[in-house]
């Protein structure tokens, strides 16, 4: 009897052995699917883009590209923007898409240094933080997209209404908010080519600020040729102000007396340079810089880390280098280009 109780005792505790194994086998299978599950979800990465207010024609442009280069390599575009342009509404934004866990955030920024705080944040959480097109200061982004070389867009507006006044004569210049770092960075760059001794009969006599708000760039082209009787011209580096600027001087019929220059979205100054208020202006495709700061947001998100040297592959874009700017980096998409009564007709439908 004590050997078949023995024997019993045996196999009771061989089969409660079985069990516990077969138990954690199968949680560690279990552990095992669930962590393929969650990796392999088919959960896109988000990838946000801030623009700098809603309702910009520009802004849109930069949104449709963007969205089309996140579609293209497998990722989920967010596009957001404040109804005003401040750092406030988009510091707000910002702290919405920390807690949504993106991949990436690339801003157009209002300010290029109140961001600081809420950037770091969102790098220290492990989101990859670009700036694009109004750039935020070095410590607060990894890269920054340069629309184009900020010398040669200040310069070549210079150039232009020297050319259209003939060398002589009273000057403004209608820029966006006095915050933004790349309309301040072009106007430096505009101040510096009037120091060219061939400008010597032209004044700069106001850099106003139209806020890139309609109503406001109005009222300000409205001051700038009340105060100035004697203007000659007005560069307007600011697709809102140019047009702004562009519907003043053709409502007070004043094409002949005040040219106009700057950047421009095709679709709204054709009208102004078909009828010579703006015998020409410049600008660059803003889809293509919305579809270039995506495709850099990928690179960065994919292990690049924005240092000088890297090459950057921006889609088909091709690959562009990164380069200095000031204390960090960036990559610069390309020289601004040219419309004029000659190649209008087949850009306004473009964009």
Known sequence: MKKLWSLFLFVALFSVLLVACSTVDDASSSTST?????????EKPKYAFIFKNTGNPYGEKMNEGF????????????????????????????????TQNVAAIAIAANDFDALQPVLKKAMDKGIQVLSVDSSVNANSR????????????????????????DGEGEIAVLSATSQASNQNLWIEWM???LEDSKYANIKLVKVAYGDDLRDKSVSETEALL?????????????????????????????????????????SEMASYIE?????????????????????????????????????FSLGDLGEIDVVEDGDGTQVMLGD????????????KDVY
Do not use: C
Request: proline share 6%.
């Open 67 to 98: 969205k089309k280069a996140v579609e293209e390599f497998g990722g989920e575009a967010i596009l957001r923007a404040p109804d005003q342009p401040t750092a406030e509404g988009q510091i707000q934004i910002i702290e919405q898409l920390i």
């Open 142 to 165: 990894m890269l920054h997209v340069n629309q184009a070389n900020p010398e040669r867009i200040g310069r070549i507006q210079i150039e232009a209404v020297s050319e259209m006044i």
């Open 275 to 311: 009828s010579g208020i703006s015998p020409w202006m410049y600008l660059w495709n803003p889809i293509d810089v919305g579809y270039g700061a995506a495709y850099a947001a990928s690179e960065l998100v994919n292990g690049k880390t924005g240092e000088i040297g890297e090459k």
């Open 191 to 193: 101040k510096k080519e």
């Open 336 to 347: 601004p280009f040219k419309f004029d009564a000659s190649n209008i007709g087949e850009w």
């Open 226 to 266: 009340k105060s100035y009787p004697n203007l000659k011209a007005i560069i307007a580096p600011t697709t809102v102000g140019i047009a702004a600027a562009g519907k003043v001087l053709t409502d007070k019929g004043l094409k002949d007396k005040v040219k106009l220059t700057g950047l421009g979205l095709p």
């Open 34 to 42: 669930n962590s393929n599950t969650a990796g392999d979800s088919g």
